[in-house]
């Protein structure tokens, strides 16, 4: 009885996120080519032949770009919300009837040995959803592309063993970016962009004083952040509200090209 949670990619580059249970696995998202994922897996040493689906958290493409071919290539169905499916129908090409599933955030339900419980995230595109799931005594959550730590977010990660949580940027070095033009600054900024590492530090907080035993920082900014500007920030914070990293609560950083910090949970 194992649960096994590890990003296989993250960052605004692409994401992608394996989780196996007792009867199968799943991958949230599917944000970098088909091959790269497979082989993303394997050099982790994860069995794609055990994935049995693919949930999607939003249309966006640093999250579905190999969504299509990995759902034709395993012949796994894509869960998505409505709203996601219709932003990315297109890009993703044809999926049978059978391999469609519409979901609805607020409503869970179960998925190869675990409890899936959708939830609405504040992100500029249709209707996107943060996920966590349950499997036996422990829950993990995927909790990227947050505008901002939401009640309802908040709500929904509460006591959360494992949690993936956004630090995207550092707003100072976004507001500086020169190849960034305004209105994309403002996106990312604003109440439905991304988390910096200021309030994904405070979500940190809030986190570990729910339960939270190990928190992966993910979903970095290529250009305006660092990984150790997004750790110093959250450790600083977890510090100061009198958590022992490494003790009470793990921290780390996911990585962004392969798979980092494999969580196996017993
Ligand atoms: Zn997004
Ligand atoms: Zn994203």
């Known amino acids: 009885m194992s649960l096994t949670f590890c990003t296989l990619f993250s960052g605004s580059s692409g994401n992608a996120v ?12 599917c944000g970098m080519s088909c ?17 049995s689906a693919l949930l999607i958290t939003h249309e966006h493409s640093d999250h579905v770009k190999g969504a299509g071919i990995l759902s034709r290539q395993l012949h796994i169905p894509i869960f998505a919300t409505q709203g996601t499916w219709m932003g990315m129908e297109k890009a993703i090409g044809p999926v049978s009837d059978r391999d469609r599933v519409v979901i609805t955030a607020g ?10 419980v959708p939830f609405s995230i504040p992100h500029d595109a249709n209707d996107p959803v943060g996920y966590r799931f349950y499997h036996k005594r422990h829950s993990v959550a995927v909790a990227t592309d947050l505008g901002h730590f939401s009640q309802t977010v908040a709500d929904a990660l509460y006591g959360t063993e494992v949690v993936l949580l956004e630090s995207n940027h550092d707003p100072d070095l976004l507001r500086r970016n020169p190849h960034y033009p305004a209105r994309l600054k403002s ?5 439905k962009g991304h988390l910096s590492n200021e309030d994904g530090a405070g979500a940190a907080v809030w986190l570990a004083e729910s339960g939270a035993k190990h928190l992966l920082l993910g979903h970095l900014s290529n250009e305006n952040n660092t990984p150790d500007m997004a750790y110093r920030t959250t450790h600083a914070a ?11 609560v793990s921290l780390h950083i996911a990585a962004r090209y392969r798979a980092s910090y494999l969580y196996q949970l017993v």
């Open 187 to 191: 996106r990312i900024l604003g109440k």
């Open 35 to 51: 091959k790269q994922v497979m082989e993303a897996m394997r050099e982790a040493g994860l069995q794609p032949s055990t994935v």
């Open 107 to 116: 409503e869970s339900f179960f998925l190869s040995g675990f409890e899936v």
């Open 18 to 29: 394996f989780l196996g249970g007792d009867e199968g696995s799943l991958l949230i998202d």
């Open 238 to 248: 977890l510090t100061a509200a009198g958590a022992r990293v490494g003790e009470d």
